[in-house]
């Protein structure tokens, strides 16, 4: 039980909520989640002649600045990404897909 004097104005709650602060739970964990990296399984639809495009290269091919594709991926708005490593690539065919996207999109004026 934790001490009275490092609970301070909480003290009455050790008293009152008793084991049920920690309720166990309901469904057993029969595996242990892994550390280890899984890999993903591939799109099925994805063409297999698809480029694979740097960040440099998807801005060029989109025409927008570096920070502009940055943020879009940050608020996750942009077009679909994956890391290769650390580094950040994107297939052609999702960029275009995206642009197709974008410009179905109502607009509001």
Same mark, same amino acid.
């Given at each position: /039980?934790? =001490?009275? *004097?490092? &609970?301070?104005? #909480?003290? *009455?709650?050790?008293?009152? %909520?008793?084991?049920?602060? @920690?309720?166990?739970?309901? $469904? %057993? ?5 892994? /550390?280890? %990296? ?5 799109? !099925? ?6 480029? /694979? +495009?740097? &960040?440099?290269?998807?801005? =060029? @091919?989109?025409? $927008? ?8 991926? *940050? +608020? ?5 990404? @994956?890391? $290769?490593?650390? #580094? $950040?690539?994107?297939?052609? %065919?999702? +960029?275009?897909?995206? +642009? ?5 999109? !109502?607009? *509001?004026?």
């Amino acid at each position: /039980m934790i =001490a009275d *004097h490092r &609970l301070g104005r #909480h003290a *009455h709650l050790s008293a009152e %909520a008793g084991p049920s602060c @920690f309720p166990t739970p309901t $469904v %057993a964990i029969t595996q242990e989640p892994s /550390m280890t %990296a899984q890999p993903t399984i591939p799109n !099925p639809r994805r063409n297999p002649g698809d480029e /694979m +495009l740097t &960040l440099q290269e998807a801005c =060029a @091919f989109l025409r $927008v600045p570096e920070g502009t594709l940055r943020y879009w991926r *940050h +608020l996750g708005c942009g077009p679909r990404s @994956f890391k $290769v490593g650390r #580094h $950040v690539r994107y297939w052609r %065919a999702d +960029l275009v897909l995206w +642009l197709t996207e974008q410009t179905n999109r !109502p607009q *509001h004026d």
